[in-house]
């Protein structure tokens, strides 16, 4: 039933939105209709939506189901008095109208006919004084870029009605920077002295380049509409100094979007996703080691702190933490509160290696590198009831196809290598009684994307202690491994370091650290062979690690985390919302000409390749994008539709053929040669335009579908 629900819910949002963008199209057509009756020109048809007509109506006919065009020329040809509109000045009241008001069958926008002008069919003229063509050319050129006016009008009144209710959206503060990102290492520019480099959780952004940021997507559109290899100028206010400090820093694409960004995070709140924001969160918290803490909690006190208010808040006390467990307390929305003490994670050495144009991380411990493993991380979609194709969280890879004992570059190779095909796997898996069993897997490899099992790996040290090989690579940019003068086959599990019994990549990690605070040279590990069919061929024997000085300055430098990330607490909100209406005037004309000026700057970025086609969005991509933006409340779809007018009077004005701004530039070479433009000039331009256009929209189009698909 639920689903059901939802379902019927979707319809009606998207609905919504095809309604909403007819109207934003038919108040363009609008703007054209009322200057064409300024400007003396007869209009012939004015219609909203397209194809079979299935309403109309005309002065001095009335309402008729269908057109009435056809009635209408009998009586032009049995009456030859009935000329159409009389104009009032002459005295005359002729009885009917030259202009049907038409309701089509597709209500996706709409379109004005006048006498004479037809953007198809540059041929389709006429020399009667009410025509297009008769007109003077100043006229002509008001009734093209009505429509524009008219949605700029009315993009700026939906902004400004927006702003008088307001509008909640995620503030433009720094949740978390990311690990080598192009914010970790900004430049100061300008600050207090001393102020050291990179942007660091709770900073509030106020400008990119000068450019005011109200909330975090402002400062990711500017970030994405940047100029590739230039640097950008971060203005940021950061709690406890006392004047802006203003950072450099050169954007560079993003993994997961690829649009040009300098990796920050959007900032959390302190209260847990609940289930209405993630179904099946309750064996995600469980695995966290939030066990009895309700989804929906808020964290109200950490370490007998309550100066806390926002994620980065909690990251930094981890931080802060030297290893030592971390006491949170938790209060349920029913107002009980529930205590856990939380150990932190040390974060991994990290390498970056590429794979088909692809940079991933490779966390490490001194070169030691786990099998690729199935990640238990706090990913809300990947759970214990979500088997995979018969995999498990926890997993880890004995075998991908031919490769024994992969790392997580040579796994990944593997998989995509059979792209579209059957693939045998093996895993080491716990089992019931405490011990690991071999599971044999026969897997499908999709032809999604680059070929996907279907199962996020693991990219932290949170793993069994099970050894791949050191990817080539991965010490490119350093000195070789301590770890690369012993012989480690891959699958060798690690049982001990320096005594001390290790379960995961996360415990050697920690121990390697340890030894070297307390400043040793070397550090041994009990290590065992790998596991077969018929269990572990050897017995375990003793190895030892060198440490030398670079080495011990890479561990004790490594910092201590919360073992789960902010992306388990909701999002930060803060309510956009004008004073007074002419500050809700000031703010939805400046949003009006931000949005206008960024869709200009991204066709430049698409010319320039920082912006790519498959960023484009066409009917399909917006059609979708609505039905989650409706889905959010009408504040939100009237913020949506106010976006969409705005991005349609800049298209339309472009200087391409068949759109408002090609007809404005003949219009111009009329005004300036005294004469029109060729007809054959004319004909062969609207055809590039057409295949221009149907090219775009046939591309956009596909590139929707593909990714609703997730192909």
Same mark, same amino acid.
């Given at each position: 039933?639920?689903?059901?629900?939802?379902?019927?819910?979707?319809?009606?949002?998207?609905?919504?939105?095809v309604?909403?963008?007819?109207?934003?199209i038919?108040?363009?057509?609008?703007?054209?209709?009322?200057?064409?009756?300024?400007?003396?020109?007869?209009?012939l048809?004015?219609?909203?939506?397209?194809?079979?007509?299935?309403?109309?109506?005309?002065?001095?006919?009335?309402?008729r189901?269908?057109?009435?065009?056809?009635?209408?020329?009998?009586?032009?040809?049995?009456?030859?008095?009935?000329?159409?509109?009389?104009?009032?000045?002459?005295?005359?009241?002729?009885?009917?109208?030259?202009?049907?008001?038409?309701?089509?069958?597709?209500?996706?926008?709409?379109?004005?006919?006048?006498?004479?002008?037809?953007?198809?069919?540059p041929?389709?003229?006429?020399?009667?004084?009410?025509?297009?063509?008769?007109?003077?050319?100043?006229?002509?050129?008001?009734?093209?870029?009505?429509?524009?006016?008219?949605?700029?009008?009315?993009?700026?009144?939906?902004?400004?009605?927006?702003?008088?209710?307001?509008?909640?959206?995620?503030?433009?503060?720094?949740?978390?920077?990311?690990?080598?990102?192009?914010?970790?290492?900004?430049?100061?520019?300008?600050?207090?002295?001393?102020?050291?480099?990179?942007?660091?959780?709770?900073?509030?952004?106020?400008?990119?380049?000068?450019?005011?940021?109200?909330?975090?997507?402002?400062?990711m559109?500017?970030?994405?509409?940047?100029?590739?290899?230039?640097?950008?100028?971060i203005?940021?206010?950061?709690?406890?100094?006392?004047?802006?400090?203003?950072?450099?820093?050169?954007?560079?694409?993003?993994?997961?979007?690829?649009?040009?960004?300098?990796?920050?995070?959007?900032?959390?709140?302190?209260?847990?996703?609940?289930?209405?924001?993630?179904?099946?969160?309750?064996?995600?918290?469980?695995?966290?080691?939030?066990?009895g803490?309700?989804?929906?909690?808020?964290?109200?006190?950490?370490?007998?702190?309550?100066?806390?208010?926002?994620?980065?808040d909690?990251?930094r006390?981890?931080?802060?933490?030297?290893?030592?467990?971390?006491?949170?307390?938790?209060?349920?929305?029913?107002?009980?509160?529930?205590?856990?003490?939380?150990?932190?994670?040390l974060e991994?050495?990290?390498?970056?290696?590429?794979?088909d144009?692809?940079?991933?991380?490779?966390?490490?411990?001194?070169?030691?590198?786990?099998?690729?493993?199935? #990640?238990?991380? %706090?990913? &809300?979609?990947?759970?214990?009831?979500? *088997?995979?194709?018969?995999?498990?969280? +926890?997993? $880890? =890879? /004995?075998?991908?196809?031919?490769?024994?004992?992969?790392?997580?570059?040579?796994?990944?190779?593997?998989?995509?290598?059979?792209?579209?095909?059957?693939?045998?796997?093996?895993?080491?898996?716990?089992?019931?009684?405490?011990?690991?069993?071999?599971v044999?897997?026969?897997?499908?490899?999709?032809?999604?994307?680059?070929?996907?099992?279907?199962?996020?790996?693991? #990219?932290?040290? %949170?793993? &069994?202690?099970?050894?791949?090989?050191? *990817?080539?690579?991965?010490?490119?940019? +350093?000195? $070789? =491994? /301590?770890?690369?003068?012993?012989?480690?086959?891959?699958?060798?599990?690690?049982?001990?370091?320096?005594?001390?019994?290790v379960?995961?990549?996360?415990?050697?990690?920690?121990?390697?650290?340890?030894?070297?605070?307390?400043?040793?040279?070397?550090?041994?590990?009990?290590?065992?062979?790998?596991?077969?069919?018929?269990?572990?061929?050897?017995?375990?024997?003793?190895?030892?690690? %060198?440490?030398?000085?670079?080495?011990?300055?890479?561990?004790?430098?490594?910092?201590?985390?919360?073992?789960?990330?902010?992306?388990i607490?909701?999002?930060?909100?803060?309510?956009?919302?004008?004073?007074?209406?002419?500050?809700?005037?000031?703010?939805?004309?400046?949003?009006?000409?931000?949005?206008?000026?960024?869709?200009?700057v991204?066709?430049?970025?698409?010319?320039?390749?920082?912006?790519?086609?498959?960023?484009?969005?066409?009917?399909?991509?917006?059609?979708?994008?609505?039905?989650?933006?409706?889905?959010?409340?009408?504040?939100?779809?009237?913020?949506?539709?106010?976006?969409?007018?705005?991005?349609?009077?800049?298209?339309?004005?472009?200087?391409?053929?068949?759109?408002?701004?090609?007809?404005?530039?003949?219009?111009?070479?009329?005004?300036?040669?005294?004469?029109?433009?060729?007809?054959?000039?004319q004909?062969?331009?609207?055809?590039?335009?057409?295949?221009?256009?149907?090219?775009?929209?046939?591309?956009?189009?596909?590139?929707?579908?593909?990714?609703?698909?997730?192909?």
């Amino acid at each position: 039933m639920a689903g059901l629900l939802d379902g019927l819910g979707a319809l009606i949002n998207l609905l919504t939105v095809v309604i909403g963008f007819g109207l934003i199209i038919m108040i363009h057509e609008l703007g054209h209709f009322l200057a064409a009756r300024w400007a003396g020109i007869r209009v012939l048809t004015f219609a909203i939506g397209f194809g079979h007509p299935l309403l109309s109506y005309r002065r001095g006919m009335g309402w008729r189901r269908g057109s009435t065009a056809a009635e209408y020329e009998r009586l032009i040809n049995a009456e030859s008095d009935i000329a159409g509109d009389a104009d009032p000045s002459d005295g005359s009241r002729r009885a009917i109208s030259h202009t049907e008001y038409r309701l089509a069958a597709l209500p996706l926008g709409g379109y004005v006919r006048m006498l004479g002008q037809d953007d198809l069919d540059p041929m389709s003229v006429s020399d009667a004084p009410d025509s297009y063509q008769r007109a003077p050319v100043w006229k002509r050129m008001v009734v093209i870029s009505a429509g524009v006016v008219f949605n700029i009008i009315s993009a700026a009144a939906l902004f400004v009605a927006v702003f008088m209710i307001g509008i909640k959206s995620a503030p433009p503060v720094v949740g978390a920077t990311l690990r080598g990102s192009p914010a970790e290492n900004a430049r100061v520019v300008a600050g207090p002295e001393g102020t050291e480099p990179g942007l660091r959780g709770g900073d509030r952004i106020v400008a990119v380049n000068g450019e005011i940021a109200r909330t975090f997507p402002d400062v990711m559109m500017s970030l994405a509409l940047a100029e590739r290899g230039r640097s950008v100028e971060i203005k940021v206010e950061r709690p406890g100094v006392d004047r802006p400090i203003v950072f450099s820093a050169i954007p560079e694409a993003s993994d997961a979007t690829g649009l040009l960004s300098v990796g920050v995070a959007q900032a959390t709140t302190l209260t847990l996703l609940d289930d209405d924001d993630v179904k099946g969160l309750r064996p995600v918290l469980d695995r966290l080691g939030l066990e009895g803490v309700p989804p929906g909690s808020t964290v109200v006190s950490v370490n007998g702190s309550d100066d806390l208010h926002v994620g980065s808040d909690l990251a930094r006390v981890f931080a802060e933490s030297d290893g030592a467990p971390v006491q949170i307390v938790f209060e349920a929305p029913g107002g009980e509160r529930v205590t856990k003490t939380v150990a932190p994670t040390l974060e991994p050495q990290v390498g970056e290696i590429s794979v088909d144009g692809s940079v991933w991380p490779i966390a490490h411990a001194l070169g030691l590198t786990p099998v690729m493993t199935v #990640s238990t991380a %706090d990913d &809300p979609t990947t759970t214990k009831d979500d *088997p995979k194709q018969g995999l498990k969280p +926890g997993d $880890a =890879f /004995a075998r991908i196809g031919s490769i024994e004992y992969p790392s997580l570059i040579e796994g990944l190779r593997e998989i995509r290598s059979r792209r579209g095909e059957a693939i045998e796997l093996e895993t080491l898996r716990g089992s019931t009684d405490g011990g690991v069993e071999l599971v044999k897997i026969d897997a499908q490899v999709t032809r999604k994307g680059e070929g996907q099992v279907g199962f996020l790996p693991a #990219s932290d040290l %949170d793993v &069994p202690p099970i050894l791949a090989a050191t *990817p080539r690579g991965l010490e490119a940019d +350093g000195p $070789a =491994f /301590a770890t690369d003068s012993i012989d480690l086959r891959p699958g060798t599990r690690i049982l001990e370091v320096e005594g001390s019994r290790v379960d995961t990549m996360q415990d050697v990690l920690v121990a390697l650290r340890r030894a070297a605070i307390d400043g040793a040279d070397d550090v041994a590990l009990l290590v065992a062979p790998p596991l077969t069919v018929e269990g572990a061929v050897g017995e375990p024997r003793t190895v030892r690690i %060198d440490l030398d000085e670079s080495d011990r300055v890479a561990l004790t430098s490594l910092a201590w985390n919360a073992p789960f990330s902010t992306a388990i607490f909701k999002p930060s909100e803060k309510l956009l919302k004008a004073e007074h209406p002419l500050e809700a005037i000031t703010i939805g004309l400046h949003e009006t000409r931000r949005i206008a000026v960024s869709v200009y700057v991204q066709f430049a970025r698409l010319f320039q390749g920082s912006v790519k086609i498959e960023h484009i969005k066409g009917p399909v991509g917006i059609a979708h994008v609505g039905t989650l933006v409706a889905a959010k409340g009408p504040v939100w779809l009237m913020f949506f539709l106010a976006m969409i007018s705005v991005n349609l009077a800049v298209i339309n004005f472009l200087p391409l053929p068949v759109v408002d701004g090609g007809q404005f530039l003949m219009l111009l070479y009329e005004q300036l040669r005294g004469r029109p433009v060729p007809i054959g000039v004319q004909n062969a331009v609207t055809m590039a335009g057409l295949a221009l256009i149907a090219g775009v929209f046939l591309v956009a189009t596909f590139n929707d579908v593909r990714s609703l698909l997730g192909l």
